[in-house]
């Protein structure tokens, strides 16, 4: 099919019957502009739209692949009916190798969620450590929320995500003042674990103060729906602790053992 020749029968044709783009695209169920693109050859109408197109412009599908009108004499009813018989076996094929492509796709993703059922439980304790659990997922999510709430010194995000957390945006705030700038908080998913049917979780802290960088974890368990924190399990000082540390630390300690 040459796009040039039958765009330009389309247009002879369209124009003859006095139809407009957009009324000649709604007897086909398609744009106007999909029937501006085959008008300036810029791509050719899909075979399922080639009889349907013919009938719609008085012309017979020959015509239509042909570009060009045709004489009797070099057209008979049986070449129509071999065209359509074509257009069918094709468009048969295509509707056959489509649903055939659908069922692999859909046995490759069942079979990929099979894999992750069974792989899962087989990699705990070699990636996510021994005390993965579900439950971990959820806690995890938890505890980087939270950690995203104070890094932002967000009010509002912290009493959503953080347990007993009233004061915790008055004392960041405070620690703020003086110089005490959270840079960023991270919770971590492979120190997210079950433990003694509690869900732990540890946060990561990166702080400036007085230009000098300390990193510190904190550590925390997750219940209800939010985060309670303890207290600071480790930090990048040896030893004497800047006032400022023992102050953050008692700003997060939310955990009610209660």
Same mark, same amino acid.
């Given at each position: 099919?040459?796009?040039?020749?039958?765009?330009?029968?389309?247009?002879?044709?369209?124009?003859?019957?006095?139809?407009?783009?957009?009324?000649?695209?709604?007897?086909?169920?398609?744009?106007?502009?999909?029937?501006?693109?085959?008008?300036?050859?810029?791509?050719?109408? =899909?075979?399922s739209l080639l009889e349907p197109l013919?009938a719609a412009l008085g012309v017979t599908?020959?015509?239509?692949?042909?570009?060009?009108?045709?004489?009797?004499?070099?057209?008979?009813?049986?070449?129509?009916?071999?065209?359509?018989?074509?257009?069918?076996?094709?468009?048969?094929?295509?509707?056959?190798?489509?649903?055939?492509?659908?069922?692999?796709?859909?046995?490759?993703?069942?079979?990929?969620?099979?894999?992750?059922?069974?792989?899962?439980?087989?990699?705990?304790?070699?990636?996510?450590?021994?005390?993965?659990?579900?439950?971990?997922?959820?806690?995890?999510?938890?505890?980087?929320?939270?950690?995203?709430?104070?890094?932002?010194?967000?009010?509002?995000?912290?009493?959503?995500?953080?347990?007993?957390?009233?004061?915790?945006?008055?004392?960041?705030?405070?620690?703020?003042?003086?110089?005490?700038?959270?840079?960023?908080?991270?919770?971590?998913?492979?120190?997210?674990?079950?433990? =003694?049917?509690?869900?732990?979780?540890?946060?990561?802290?990166?702080?400036?103060?007085?230009?000098?960088?300390?990193?510190?974890?904190?550590?925390?368990?997750?219940?209800?729906?939010?985060?309670?924190?303890?207290?600071?399990?480790?930090?990048?000082?040896?030893?004497?602790?800047?006032?400022?540390?023992?102050?953050?630390?008692?700003?997060?300690?939310?955990? =009610?053992?209660?």
């Open positions: 099919m040459d796009n040039i020749k039958t765009g330009a029968l389309v247009r002879e044709l369209r124009k003859e019957k006095n139809m407009t783009q957009k009324e000649l695209a709604g007897l086909l169920h398609v744009t106007d502009r999909a029937v501006s693109k085959w008008e300036r050859g810029l791509c050719a109408p =899909d075979i013919a599908v020959m015509e239509l692949i042909s570009g060009e009108r045709l004489k009797r004499e070099e057209y008979t009813d049986e070449i129509d009916l071999a065209v359509k018989n074509i257009i069918t076996y094709s468009e048969n094929e295509i509707t056959q190798k489509t649903k055939a492509l659908k069922k692999k796709v859909f046995a490759c993703i069942l079979l990929a969620c099979l894999a992750l059922l069974i792989l899962i439980p087989a990699l705990n304790g070699v990636i996510w450590g021994e005390g993965f659990s579900w439950e971990c997922i959820p806690a995890y999510w938890c505890a980087q929320k939270a950690a995203e709430a104070i890094q932002a010194y967000d009010e509002k995000s912290i009493q959503t995500y953080i347990g007993y957390s009233e004061g915790v945006f008055t004392a960041l705030s405070e620690l703020k003042e003086q110089g005490v700038m959270i840079q960023k908080a991270d919770a971590k998913f492979s120190r997210t674990r079950l433990e =003694d049917m509690f869900l732990l979780i540890e946060v990561d802290f990166i702080v400036m103060h007085e230009e000098i960088k300390y990193q510190f974890t904190c550590s925390g368990t997750y219940r209800d729906g939010k985060v309670e924190f303890m207290n600071i399990v480790s930090t990048s000082l040896e030893h004497d602790y800047p006032t400022w540390i023992l102050q953050l630390n008692d700003a997060l300690s939310t955990y =009610d053992p209660g």
